[in-house]
């Protein structure tokens, strides 16, 4: 193969390398940066729902608290797992929270930026199946993940559903 260089020599020629050179300074840079991790410790908050009927309603709030030391640089994700006999029903808060396994668990991604001592909350209305007997329904639980968090002994809690007669 035959490699042939060809010099283009022109008045215009210092005035086509200056352009580009202006060109490549102000147009920005394309390439994606990722943001650095921080170092926060996100914790699960245990709340337990509102009694309700067999058949009713409730909710879960999946509450979670940054005890810091610094600012989330990165979104984190709450997960509620739901016991046996009871449904996750939508309108969820935030409101891109996702269901799964028929209802039985439920997503939330919060984005970066939860400053130290503030929480987030996940509100996620639960139906109590009407077979399920009256008494405590335990199994449920709430999760946290981030890839900024360094304490994961904090990032889960159980709840507890108080089944109740109507009144």
């Given at each position: ?11 215009g ?16 840079m394309?390439?994606a940066?990722?943001?650095a ?11 337990d ?18 005890v810091?030391?610094e ?12 016991p046996?006999g009871?449904t ?6 935030p ?8 209802g039985?668990?439920?997503?939330c991604?919060?984005?970066a930026g939860?400053?130290v ?12 199946d009407?077979?399920v ?18 304490n ?16």
């Open positions: 193969m035959n490699r042939t260089l060809v010099r283009h020599s022109s008045p020629g210092r005035a086509l390398v200056a352009g580009a050179a202006l060109m490549a300074a102000l147009v920005p394309t390439t940066v990722a943001a991790s921080s170092n926060s410790d996100l914790e699960v908050v245990r709340l729902p509102d009694a309700a009927p067999p058949g009713g309603t409730t909710e879960v709030h999946g509450y979670i608290s940054n810091g030391p600012q989330t640089a990165s979104p984190f994700t709450v997960e509620v797992t739901l046996e009871v996750a029903q939508e309108p969820f808060f409101e891109d929270c996702t269901e799964s396994e028929n039985r668990r439920v997503r991604t919060f984005p939860l400053a001592l503030r929480s987030a909350t996940a509100h996620i209305p639960i139906r109590i009407p077979t007997p009256i008494g405590d329904v335990e199994g449920g639980s709430v999760t946290v993940t981030s890839h900024d968090d360094h994961s002994a904090n990032n889960r809690q159980p709840f507890t559903i108080k089944v109740v007669e109507t009144t």
